[in-house]
């Protein structure tokens, strides 16, 4: 029989983040011209990620992982560039808290966009910046004492802020989500009929928070960049790359396409929509999701533009409609069922020509898989609790604006 489904730990922070990145990007759309800078900057920062292990042992608390590391930047120009960070944490995890995923110290390597604008005395900027978190002594199937190391996908989304206190030092102050897509791992395997079990992986988002000091290298230098005015709408067609978790049964990796709608009020502020078809059929029904997806968004976006380049942040309502999920357990009765949706994350623009762009898209797309009453076969009626979900969503595509 299908058992009520629990209601999952899963960060909120996205949410939380994605509102205060819109906010940042609203309230300093100023015109900022002489901004210095240097090619490359080095640096050392402090760690923290808050909820780190918690997806695979969500009754577990287990504590906040601090650590030290280095930072490495390379400008292209005053308000964009190539930023990397390599992070080790302190908290040894061990025995019967360690699992197939996680367990020992865990190792962050990051490298990406840092872009947005900065004065002389400071500076604000969206970093995307995808990479690996690595933990040393994870368990090992078939063993109680053997471990190694493990590594999974990350994807660091964030704010940096930072402060100039002389043209060659930087204090820097960052904060956002690390979403994690941990896999689906072997647990047991039966020698005799061969059944396996298997835990379940999905896509965490712990809060990730650093503090750090920088020193500026190579020449100083001065630049000034253009902030032009966009056309009044914009539309196109993309492709996307989503991790997500389907039913609690697998973790899969889905490609879909669609297109996008952006309506700019001026050279700041935008209602940005967008709609999204993935094709792949999930056989495996439930209660709450099931066969194909439709996802629709409409919200805003805020940042600026310099020259070619622009760079915002985006907060999209939506829903997320599963065509296939099952009306009562034990028949075959289907139906469509809707899911609330919540798009987080940033967008970068390249202005190809006065009237093309390519449009790159990163982010949390939360999704509330809603709570539904249903009837059993024998007409005992039941209640599915409901539950939230992170996913990873990766999207390119290319455009028009007029």
Not at 76 to 83: E, L
């Amino acid at each position: 029989m299908y058992q009520d489904k629990k209601t999952k730990h899963v960060s909120r922070g996205s949410w939380v983040f994605a509102l205060f990145a819109l906010t940042g990007v609203l309230l300093s759309p100023c015109e900022l011209f002489a901004q210095q800078f240097t090619p490359a900057e080095i640096g050392i920062d402090g760690s923290a990620l808050s909820g780190n292990r918690a997806p695979l042992a969500t009754e577990l608390r287990l504590p906040t992982d601090f650590g030290l590391g280095a930072r490495f930047t390379y400008n292209f120009s005053p308000s964009f560039a190539i930023d990397s960070q390599f992070d080790g944490y302190f908290d040894n995890i061990q025995g019967t808290q360690r699992s197939v995923q996680q367990g020992g110290r865990a190792t962050m390597a990051v490298a990406g966009i840092k872009s947005g604008f900065r004065s002389r005395s400071y500076g604000v900027f969206f970093a995307a910046r995808p990479g690996i978190l690595t933990f040393s002594d994870a368990s090992v199937f078939g063993s109680p004492t053997a471990t190694k190391r493990i590594s999974h996908f990350a994807l660091d989304l964030g704010i940096a802020s930072e402060f100039y206190p002389t043209a060659r030092t930087i204090l820097r102050v960052d904060a956002g989500a690390l979403l994690v897509r941990y896999g689906d791992a072997l647990l047991f395997r039966d020698p005799v009929s061969g059944n396996t079990v298997r835990s379940i992986g999905g896509v965490s988002a712990p809060w990730h928070i650093s503090v750090g000091a920088s020193y500026r290298l190579g020449r100083l230098q001065e630049k000034e960049e253009r902030s032009p005015e966009p056309g009044r709408f914009e539309f196109g067609g993309q492709y996307s790359l989503i991790i997500l978790e389907r039913s609690l049964r697998t973790l899969s990796d889905e490609s879909g396409v669609g297109g996008w709608a952006t309506w700019n009020f001026n050279k700041y502020v935008a209602l940005d929509s967008g709609v999204l078809f993935l094709p792949s059929l999930y056989r495996v029904a439930d209660l709450q999701q099931g066969g194909r997806i439709v996802q629709t968004l409409f919200g805003l976006r805020g940042g600026i533009r310099r020259g070619r380049l622009g760079i915002y942040a985006k907060f999209r309502p939506g829903l997320q409609i599963y065509t296939l999920t099952e009306q009562a357990v034990g028949t075959s009765n289907y139906t469509d069922f809707t899911n609330v949706a919540f798009d987080a994350g940033g967008i970068v623009e390249v202005y190809t020509s006065r009237h093309t762009l390519l449009r790159f898209d990163v982010g949390d797309t939360i999704v509330h898989f809603r709570a539904r009453d249903i009837t059993l076969s024998d007409g005992t009626p039941f209640h599915v609790g409901g539950f939230t979900n992170n996913t990873i969503q990766i999207t390119a595509g290319f455009g028009f604006r007029f």
